[in-house]
């Protein structure tokens, strides 16, 4: 099994910085990939910011320019840096570890229990 622990959601006003991290534990081989997700009330959960073990990152447009994903491979750890909050941005954000554990061939999708970011006046 692995599990993710979540940190750094919180309150914060427009224009502020919140940088959120996730740490994956348990029978891991590897993490081909980790990344943020979001869901704002009403929505549907989308991708953020997506980073793959080699070094390559994805972004939702939306949060390109203000978001860095970064990656801590051997603390199998993602953060993310969310820079010019918008109130837009408020949401759950959900951290995913696509796992390769310890003695299997199949990749697998975790999910962490998700942060609550707000961000208002």
């Known amino acids: 099994q692995v599990q993710l622990v979540e940190s750094g959601g919180g309150l914060v006003q427009p224009g502020g910085s919140l940088r959120l991290s996730c740490a994956a534990s348990?029978?891991?081989?590897?993490?081909?990939?980790m990344g943020w997700y979001r869901q704002a009330q009403g929505k549907q959960r989308e991708l953020v910011a997506i980073?793959?073990?080699?070094?390559?990152?994805n972004y939702a447009d939306s949060v390109k320019g203000r978001f860095t994903i970064s990656r801590d491979n051997a603390k199998n750890t993602v953060y993310l840096q969310m820079n010019s909050l918008k109130p837009e941005d408020t949401a759950v954000y959900y951290c995913?570890?696509?796992?390769?554990?310890?003695?299997?061939?199949?990749?697998?999708?975790?999910w962490g229990p998700g942060t609550q970011v707000t961000v208002s006046s």
């Open positions: 995913n570890a696509r796992v390769r554990s310890s003695g299997s061939y199949s990749i697998e999708d975790y």
């Open positions: 348990g029978s891991i081989f590897s993490i081909p990939a």
């Open positions: 980073r793959t073990s080699g070094g390559s990152t």
